[in-house]
């Protein structure tokens, strides 16, 4: 039992009689004691940590998924446990860790990366500590373990993986893996990756440390992958996107399609050969012009297999030779599709008075150059 006197702004003078509720547990194979505090339940409360003879909280901003995880292992609980957010039970102690961050399957605070406070800033002054609920039995694991959950924008995928849900990252995905995710939701006309940052705009979920952990990302799938198990963790991937992924930054939107992806024709116009000239889309019954605008060398992959060169190609920005089109088009392919049609993002874009050279010209390969050689399924020249 405490007793506690409070003055707020000098105006009043409150009085205030607090019962401290405490669940214990001690850690064996740890140099660290543990316990929760707070709540009349045995497996919820605020999470306190003994360091320096002195029990303490922890920052709850960083203290996710794994951290609820691997206290409740540390205090017993086999089947981990899930942070709690919306309760706030405060604390008597110093603040001991105010950054931690676990792998989802820790099993012990030697797993973590983490720092004590320092003496001088172990004050915790506006800091919600860490509450969590640790599991008493295992969670059913559900037939399928991909769901869609309503967005502010679209539908966000989440994954069930190790006995959580979880997100899935979106970077370098595209129509392939969109497809098969569509697939395992019973959509088995594929379906297109929607990522709120390509319109310049922040996803709703960016740097959110209340929500579960991204725990499916850098895959890739052949095309018409039905499964997971059909696809495979990129060999590569660049340390910004590993952050991107884990800051929500590209928490993956899905629209799974109820009918089949359109097709569409392509034609090299104006070359000197078949395998050259200005690309030309029937978009519409029309014949329609495309634009250079994030026209990458995989969206030259797709339009080069369609073509039936299975080489790739290169591509250039010019003047349009072709006078009819009523717009632009704006592809965005991620290389594995097999028409046009099946590209992640198709749209169009006025014309400007003020874009001159900005029409895609292409050149596909008849035969691989012996200065080229292929990585991850694209063609580099070296």
């Not at 012009?289 to 060169?309: E, I, M, P, W, Y």
């Amino acid at each position: 039992m405490e007793w506690t006197e409070r003055s707020w702004f000098g105006w009043d003078r409150w009085n205030i009689l607090s019962i401290r509720c405490l669940t214990y547990a001690e850690i064996s194979n740890s140099g660290e004691r543990i316990r929760l505090a707070g709540l009349n339940k045995e497996h919820e409360g605020r999470v306190e940590i003994l360091h320096n003879n002195t029990w303490g909280i922890i920052n709850d901003y960083w203290f996710g998924y794994p951290g609820a995880n691997v206290f409740c292992k540390m205090m017993g609980y086999q089947y981990g446990g899930l942070p709690i957010y919306d309760k706030f039970i405060p604390g008597q102690g110093p603040l001991w860790i105010d950054y931690i961050e676990c792998p989802l399957l820790a099993n012990d605070l030697q797993d973590c990366e983490f720092d004590w406070t320092s003496e001088k800033d172990k004050i915790a002054l506006g800091i919600g500590p860490a509450v969590v609920k640790c599991r008493t039995e295992p969670i059913e694991v559900p037939e399928v373990k991909f769901r869609l959950q309503a967005g502010w924008r679209r539908e966000i995928l989440e994954y069930f993986k190790d006995g959580y849900w979880g997100y899935v990252c979106g970077a370098y995905m595209g129509t392939s893996e969109a497809s098969m995710f569509c697939h395992q939701l019973g959509f088995t006309h594929g379906g297109h990756i929607i990522i709120d940052v390509d319109e310049g705009r922040e996803g709703q979920n960016e740097n959110r440390k209340d929500i579960a952990p991204t725990i499916l990302k850098n895959i890739e799938c052949p095309w018409n992958s039905v499964d997971l198990d059909q696809c495979s963790e990129r060999e590569w991937s660049y340390q910004d996107n590993r952050i991107i992924c884990d800051s929500h930054k590209r928490d993956l939107r899905l629209k799974c399609r109820s009918k089949p992806f359109p097709e569409y024709d392509v034609q090299l116009f104006g070359g000197n050969s078949a395998n050259e000239g200005q690309l030309l889309v029937k978009y519409d019954n029309t014949w329609t012009t495309v634009h250079s605008d994030d026209f990458s060398t995989k969206n030259v992959a797709v339009v080069c297999r369609q073509l039936g060169f299975r080489h790739g190609g290169e591509k250039n920005s010019k003047q349009s030779l072709y006078k009819k089109s009523p717009f632009w088009l704006i592809l965005k392919c991620n290389g594995k599709e097999q028409n046009v049609g099946q590209c992640n993002s198709i749209k169009t874009q006025p014309f400007s008075p003020f874009e001159r050279s900005v029409s895609v010209f292409i050149k596909c390969y008849e035969e691989l150059d012996p200065g080229m050689f292929v990585f991850m399924g694209f063609f580099v020249l070296f």
